[in-house]
């Protein structure tokens, strides 16, 4: 894919990160974002590691916290082994982004967008190469009821620190910051719709009829 097709795909993502329409978006600000993309390319140093686990062993990391959690039930049902991902997009990007806050608020505010689309294309596109058969869709600690904290357990329970340089901070956020620690359950197909929402029956986004996904 060119740069251009690149950021054509990540672009609308972007602006939904920023509470931009965009389809209202005018051509001075999309040839600024793409000028912002092109710098980002440049500073991204992407890393991805992939570990096969028994399903189970994510509910052992820590019971306490993972038992509670109805959505990691429901989404693993079924799943008697699931993928955790863990992906970054390296340290530079940070600097850069810290560099241009000082700078240009503006611009910093839409290379940051950029670089958290970029970040789950490049690990859309990390998942695809495991050619993981049979999975459900991609989720985080975070998602609905999933503890953050899991973030932290996976970095530790694998090594992740040591291996492609993801840390623990504060606040449950990782460094570098354009970092996730995802999974996939295996050997059942799901992808991110309502009708495979844990929340399909309680959703307070659809009674305002919005939606977290085009679906
Ligand atoms: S909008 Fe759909 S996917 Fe999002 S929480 Fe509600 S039911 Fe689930």
Do not use: W
């Not at 530079?92 to 910093?108: I, N």
């Not at 695809?128 to 899991?150: Q, V």
Request: net charge negative.
């Amino acid at each position: 894919m060119t740069k251009e097709e690149i950021f054509n795909r990540i672009f609308p993502l972007a602006c939904r990160y920023m509470r931009a329409d965009v389809l209202k978006i005018d051509k001075e600000f999309s040839d600024k974002a793409f000028e912002a993309f092109k710098l980002l390319t440049k500073d991204v140093r992407f890393k991805g590691l992939d570990e096969t686990v028994k399903t189970v062993d994510i509910f052992n990391l820590q019971p306490e916290l993972t038992g509670r959690s109805e959505d990691l039930s429901f989404y693993l049902e079924g799943c008697e082994e699931a993928v955790i991902m863990a992906t970054t997009l390296g340290v530079d990007v940070d600097s850069h982004s810290k560099k241009l806050q000082a700078t240009d608020m503006g611009f910093a505010v839409i290379y940051d967008s950029l670089a958290s689309s970029y970040l789950e294309f490049l690990t859309d596109e990390f998942e695809k190469e495991l050619d993981l058969g049979e999975h459900t869709f991609r989720f985080a600690p975070g998602y609905g009821d999933i503890p953050i904290e899991l973030n932290y357990i996976i970095i530790d329970s694998f090594g992740i620190s040591k291996k492609i340089g993801i840390y623990k901070a504060s606040n449950n956020l990782m460094l570098p910051q354009k970092s996730m620690i995802t999974m996939c359950g295996l050997g059942k197909q799901s992808v991110p719709t309502c009708r495979n929402c844990i929340r399909l029956n309680s959703c307070s986004l659809r009674k305002d009829n919005l939606r977290c996904y085009n679906s």
